[in-house]
């Protein structure tokens, strides 16, 4: 194509999007000189350029818009809404024109004779019949804003303005399928020839010579070589520690630095702001807003969050479908809203940050909030869930339930919204790129998406492991922690239910994975040996579920730089891709919802059997009085528990810690003297007969600024439970007994312990003889 | 016409595929074994920072593995779907044949082999068999030859 029009094409293209948001804007600030004329000079600008081209159909489209501006400016009319839906069609009419020149090198058959007409009359007599809209050009057709002064912004903008005919990928590698853009060239200014007004040029624009464009390929390949001068870096830093020579080492400590910076800068040059995908929101909301009868005004909040290029175009489709989703379903009619005692107008907030090497965006209106017994009874509808499973659900399960596929709340469906496609794409699409969705909603409040995504994928941080002799690379965003059993332990340490290994990591029963078992690893000789000794346990979260991973040994981390696996190989699910290791090896990269899919931890249908120790807690949940109680042992077999908040700390002190004040056993704490009171001593339970070597545990209780230690026998777990006291007791120091896990169990009453200890908290500044003596 | 063909052996056999299709010729490499596939994956190799599938020739094609201890080459060609490695004894020479010596492979071949070779070149005194890469790296074949 002739390059004067494909620069016209993408100059065009770029101040058609930011027309949008301006003529949104102009909705709420009529009045506004400025953004006026900036709307009338850039309607100018692409008539005039037409006109030179030779595209007559749309300069006749740019041509009525511009005189019904022009009357706007003159201030002979006043904006209205009809005003702005009828400078909006237009501007979707030379979008969908601009599309055809790009296509075909003409601007097409359509005339849009009805426009013309409805803005004409605009003209006249200010006043229209409602009209019909033209359809938007789908989403990946419309093009990023170059509304920024930043030299990288202006560089990707360029990338993204190319249409992307091409579906969109979900790798950076898949970047590499758009259709190459325009050679370099200096960023376009509005040409002062077609600007009537200079003098009042957008303070928003760029100083010329500041920027250039650059081709998105060449950025991509640019990554690529710095992802393999990454991976060289790591060889020769290995390298260079086993050598003692100045001569290699510094120069090898200087290629580290400077490597590590190289590749920070490249990843800038693929960052781009959040606003290229929230600028097209208020125009959007708008939209949907009027096609249903609302009332909505939208805030954002860090706009100039920046995330990869890829990532931007993995999330834009997701983001917009929540966006209308919230209009759409969320938000009341301003009627019902008023009648609910809100304001007639919703609003809608999205805000994006970095949080720990991720993006956060969350999506919040103020609408009704998701009804989860809707959701319930649709899913019953629908057999996405049993009426077994229904039971046990737990309100944030039973949340989670819109991302199935053909799942649908809509009472009835719209244009926009509510076909039963949609929030399962939006799961979909956000996992695709490691990310992650949450939902949590209040009836009648409104409704919070939290969508969390990784800064860039080419380069992530990952745990090496090794199991049965290979190598394997877990992504750390999975990652929560790890845990050591000491060889000895391990028999015990992990329990089997029915054939299946789990842990109890702080009471709560973990599934074990065996990657060896998962992978079908053969053993050798060798690595069999690993076998009877210290385990190893990764845990991750895979969705909303932790499991354990169990490996035979932990290398350390490394930022690995992740490569797609051959097209042969794409159907394994348990890989996310490939890396190459410092030693010139490779390695797979495990995906760890993969893994955990494939090993049962997720069901695939995301339907989940909720075990039983949480079935126990969850089904009591719609009581009011819950309470997170500790479980503590006391003497051989006694089982109470404590309210959690009576706790200040858990702490195990060694037996040698304890030491004696008068009659009273006393420890060392945060820089004070803690009596020590066994519980089991005030209850007059026979103690457990133990090794007095043996560590104490202690749950410590604060009261008015002093401490004071119980000494139990065990820690058991911590539930939520409705304190029901069902036998009061007489006892001191016991409250009554309740039935938790099925077993009854006694509720202790620890200001009375305390007092029975003799332990006086009334005078503030007791010395500790009195303490004791007392 | 004439055509240049790569040559290897396998098991005794001469195969060849066109010079163009074929990106490089290296010794032995490390490899790492992907689990969970067919076995005529042999693994992932690292080739100058790209990541590549080796595929075992020998046992796509239904023959038994080389003698422990013998290390097989590997001729790197390109395909649809980016560069893939066979697995191969050893490499030939480079030979240039002509159209007219080319013939379709018999009715009587069964088995994989009958899938992946194209046709046969009679060359002087032997036998080159032309291999149908696209068919030797398919997917679906591969998995129909779970050893």
Known sequence: ?774 | MTQQFCTFFLDGYVFGVQVEQVREVIRYQEMTRVPLVPAVVRGLINLRGQIITAIDLRRRLGMKDLPTGQLPMNVVVRTEDGAISFLVDEIGDVIEVQDDTFEPVPETLQGPAREVVHGVHKLPGRLMLVLDIERAVNPRDLNGHIV
């Open chain 1, 1 to 774: 194509m002739d390059d004067l029009i494909s620069d016209f094409l993408v100059e065009s293209n770029e101040n058609l999007d930011r027309l949008d948001s301006e003529l949104v804007k102009l909705e709420t600030d009529p009045a506004s000189q400025e953004l006026l004329s900036s709307i009338f000079r850039t309607i100018h600008t692409i008539k005039g350029s037409c006109g030179f081209l030779g595209f007559s159909k749309l300069e006749k489209v740019a041509h009525v818009g511009e005189s019904l501006l022009s009357r706007l400016r003159e201030g002979k009319l006043s904006l209205s809404p009809e005003f702005t839906t009828g400078l909006l069609a237009m501007v979707d009419a030379i979008r969908s024109m601009l599309g055809e020149i790009q296509k075909t090198g003409q601007d097409g058959n359509e005339t849009y004779p009805e426009l013309i007409e409805t803005l004409t009359k605009l003209q006249d007599q200010g006043q229209v019949p409602a009209l019909k809209p033209i359809p938007a050009p789908p989403m990946q057709e419309e093009i990023a804003n170059r509304n920024q002064a930043d030299f990288m912004q202006d560089v990707l903008a360029n990338a993204a303005t190319q249409p992307k005919d091409v579906p969109r990928t979900d790798s950076a590698a898949g970047a590499l399928n758009e259709p190459p853009p325009a050679s370099v060239h200096a960023a376009p200014e509005e040409s002062p020839a077609a600007n009537p007004h200079p003098q009042e040029e957008s303070k928003a624009s760029n100083v010329p010579g500041e920027t250039i464009r650059v081709d998105v390929h060449l950025l991509d390949r640019l990554m690529n070589l710095v992802g393999e001068l990454v991976l060289t870096r790591n060889q020769i830093t290995q390298f260079s520690a086993r050598q003692t020579d100045p001569n290699l080492v510094s120069p090898a400590q200087q290629l580290n630095l400077l490597t590590s910076e190289l590749q920070e800068e490249v990843m800038k040059t693929r960052m781009q702001p959040i606003s290229t995908i929230f600028d097209k929101f208020p125009r959007v909301v708008r939209d949907v807003a009027m096609g249903c009868g609302k009332q909505v005004s939208i805030e954002m909040m860090g706009k100039d969050t920046e995330l990869d290029k890829s990532l931007l175009e993995a999330i834009k489709d997701p983001l917009t479908h929540i966006v209308r989703n919230s209009v759409d379903h969320g938000i009341e009619t301003p009627e019902l809203r008023v009648a609910r005692g809100k304001r007639a107008e919703g609003h809608l907030k999205l805000r994006a940050c970095h949080e720990g090497g991720q993006v956060v965006i969350e999506i919040s209106d103020d609408g009704a909030g998701i009804d989860t017994s809707r959701v319930k009874n649709k899913a019953l509808e629908r057999g996405l869930i049993t009426p077994q499973q229904a039971v046990v659900m737990s309100e944030r399960e039973l949340l989670n339930l819109i991302f199935l596929p053909g799942f649908s709340t809509a009472e009835k469906i719209t244009n926009l919204s509510g076909r039963g496609v949609g929030m399962d794409v939006v799961k979909t699409n956000i996992d695709r790129v490691n990310g992650s969705v949450d939902i949590h909603s209040a009836m009648g409040s409104g409704t919070t998406i939290k969508i969390k995504i990784p800064l860039t994928l080419a380069i992530v941080p990952a745990l090496v492991v090794v199991c049965a002799g290979e190598r394997f690379a877990i992504p750390q965003v999975s990652l929560c922690e790890l845990v050591r059993i000491e060889a000895d332990a391990a028999n015990s340490k992990i329990e089997f239910v029915h054939g299946v290994p789990v842990y109890r990591l702080r009471g709560r029963l973990l599934p074990l994975v065996y990657l060896d078992q998962a992978l079908h690893l053969e053993r050798t000789a060798e690595s069999a040996a690993l076998l009877g000794a210290a385990a190893t346990i990764v845990v991750l979260q895979a969705d909303d579920r932790q499991f354990g991973l169990v490996v035979d040994e932990i290398i350390d981390t490394e930022e690995i730089v992740v490569k797609p696996l051959g097209k042969k190989l794409k159907g394994v699910k348990i890989f996310a891709g490939a890396t190459i290791m410092g030693d010139g090896r490779v390695a797979l990269i495990i995906d760890v919802l993969g893994l955990a899919q494939e090993a049962n931890i997720v069901s695939e249908v995301r339907s989940r059997n909720v075990s039983s120790h949480e079935e126990n807690t969850k089904a009591e949940e719609k009581g009011t009085n819950r309470q997170a109680l500790l479980l503590i042992q006391v003497g051989e077999q006694g089982r109470m528990a404590i309210p959690l908040d009576l706790v200040a700390r858990l702490e195990v002190f060694a037996s040698s810690a304890v030491e004696h004040s008068g009659f009273q056993n006393v420890t060392q704490y945060r820089g004070e003297i803690m009596p020590l009171v066994r519980v089991s001593d005030i209850l007059q339970i026979s103690a457990e007969e133990r090794d007095s070597n043996d560590p104490v545990q202690v749950v410590v209780y604060s009261e008015k600024g002093r401490r004071v230690g119980l000494v139990v026998d065990g820690i058991l777990d911590i539930v939520e439970e409705n304190v029901v006291i069902q036998n009061p007791s007489q006892r001191d120091g016991i409250r009554g007994s309740m039935v938790i896990q099925s077993r009854v169990t006694d509720l202790l009453d620890i200001p009375a312990i305390v007092r029975s200890a003799q332990i006086n908290f009334d005078h503030e500044q007791a010395p500790v003889e009195e303490l004791v003596s007392a």
